[in-house]
């Protein structure tokens, strides 16, 4: 039995574009219907309203396929794609007579068309010197950046920040250090915002971080999946901009970190204490520079600048703002890669500072 039965005019092309685009996840998501990715179940059904299925055992009323493209309530029999489904929460009926809505939901606000994009398709900007090329993206990025949503407003990132062991006190002061932020749930994402094709809200990658220049410049940012998909390939959590150039020279800082870029300096209630020295750490992952960034309170005077890095993120650029006779902690994961960033990191300050590499325990 198919689910995929009542949407009409399936030969209209906006409905196969959507559909070779979006699966049921990330869409029940943006319509602010509850996930249980786990057995591929949703709720409330926008046709019923249901919550939980008649016979009981407190699931979902609605099912998924296993391909993620047809739905079923098992509570009103409604049915549909993830198109019906859209109908269904914006009209009430999984077959309306007017389309328009549907049709403007994914593309007024959800896909990034051509349309809707934002000027530049640019037949007339015929090569352009690099350097304002690289400017047009760094403006897109600190755009798309402003116009990121407060996580504690997305009980799907909340939920994500807390399955990696962050406790609510410590999501509520990422949230006030403005560590990272959830995309947009609406309007148009830059170009380079996409995976395979894929705009970022589609793939769930939606908790985004921002990227700092030498300079402490927001130039670019990152956005961690919150889900598995099959588009992605396993092992890749985080997705950078798809656009040369836009990962690279540029780390994730803490508000120490970003001063330390801004300055170049040692800050200067560090000079208060003599013995106190600058230290430095360099993590990988999003993870790892959330609980390295929220170990320490705003009041801790002597907190560790936290830097994250990722493969062609580091430069020597950026290892010069930090000041000599700082101590510099490579706590890369453990293995080639995350040895093969530590070795980066150490050549590029092992004139001026005291490195440490950290292994599981001990620094080397
Ligand atoms: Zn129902």
């Not at 593309?107 to 090569?127: D, I």
């Amino acid at each position: 039995m198919t689910y995929y039965s009542n949407t009409p005019s399936k030969n209209k092309s906006w409905i196969q574009e959507v559909m070779a685009e979006f699966t049921l996840i990330p869409v029940a998501w943006l319509l602010g219907l509850f996930v249980e990715e786990r057995s591929n179940t949703i709720a409330p059904c926008p046709i019923c309203g249901k919550e939980k299925r008649e016979q009981g055992r407190n699931r979902l009323p609605i099912g998924l396929t296993k391909d993620l493209q047809g739905w079923r309530c098992h509570a009103c029999k409604a049915s549909g794609d993830v198109v019906s489904l859209v109908a269904a929460a914006m009209t009430g009926t999984t077959n309306p007579k007017d389309w328009r809505p549907v049709r403007s939901w994914f593309f007024g606000n959800v896909l990034q068309s051509e349309e809707t994009a934002p000027r530049r398709q640019a037949p007339r900007a015929k090569r352009k010197p690099v350097f304002n090329h690289d400017h047009q993206h760094i403006k897109e990025a600190q755009l798309l950046w402003d116009r990121c949503e407060p996580i504690l407003d997305h009980p799907r990132a909340a939920c994500w920040l807390e399955s990696r062991g962050f406790s609510v006190e410590e999501i509520a002061r990422a949230e006030d250090l403005d560590l990272c932020r959830v995309i947009p749930l609406s309007g148009p994402l830059p170009k380079w915002a996409r995976f395979g094709g894929y705009d970022w809200r589609t793939l769930l990658a939606v908790l985004v971080f921002p990227c700092f220049n030498s300079k402490g410049e927001v130039v670019s940012v990152r956005a961690r999946l919150l889900g598995e998909d099959k588009r992605i390939p396993a092992g890749l959590k985080t997705l950078a901009p798809a656009q040369r150039g836009m990962a690279t020279n540029s780390v994730l800082a803490n508000d120490l970190g970003k001063l330390i870029l801004k300055t170049g300096k040692i800050p200067e209630f560090y000079k208060q204490d003599a013995a106190s020295q600058l230290e430095v750490v360099v993590v990988e992952g999003e993870p790892d520079f959330l609980s390295w960034a929220l170990q320490f309170s705003d009041a801790d005077l002597f907190a560790p600048v936290v830097f994250a890095l990722w493969s062609g993120g580091w430069s020597q650029e950026i290892a010069d703002r930090i000041p000599s006779r700082a101590r510099v902690v490579a706590r890369t994961d453990q293995g080639e890669a995350g040895d093969r960033y530590a070795l980066e990191v150490y050549e590029s300050v092992k004139e001026r500072c005291d490195f440490f590499r950290w292994k599981g325990g001990r620094c080397d």
